[in-house]
Nanobody
Framework: QLQLVESGGGLVQSGGSLTLTCDAS???????IAWFRQAPGKEREGVSS???????AYGDRVKGRFTISRANAKNMVYLQMNRLEPEDTGVYYC????????????????????WGQGTQVTVSS
């Protein structure tokens, strides 16, 4: 069964850290796995993605603070979030998209056909 399950969200103070986990069991390792987030009243935005070979992509607002990694043996993807800011608050979703060799790791939302239920991240000031 193809499903994505996120975990690790919670409440953290500004400047703190959290690690999110996406269980991508059932998906082949060729899939691109990404994290998106959505704040209340705002559009869903791409945070980070990783492809089968380990290539990564990051949104401009998280570069240098977030790190995505993948444990292929477990089919798990992690998002290490450091120096969190109140603007990082939102529901974080894990998504899976097809391998596209010309694009590597991508954050084009329309390519992702599978989505998890999301995990809430709240950063207090």
């Amino acid at each position: 069964q193809l499903q994505l399950v996120e975990s690790g969200g919670g409440l953290v103070q500004s400047g703190g850290s959290l690690t999110l986990t996406c269980d991508a069991s059932g998906f082949s390792l060729s899939h691109v796995i990404a994290w998106f987030r959505q704040a209340p009243g705002k559009e869903r935005e791409g945070v980070s993605s990783i492809d089968h070979s380990g290539r990564t992509a990051y949104g401009d607002r998280v570069k240098g603070r977030f790190t995505i990694s993948r444990a292929n043996a477990k089919n798990m993807v992690y998002l290490q979030m450091n120096r969190l800011e109140p603007e990082d608050t939102g529901v974080y979703y894990c998504a899976a998209g097809p391998r596209i060799d010309t694009m590597g790791a991508y954050l084009a939302k329309d390519y992702f056909g599978y989505w998890g239920q999301g995990t809430q991240v709240t950063v207090s000031s």
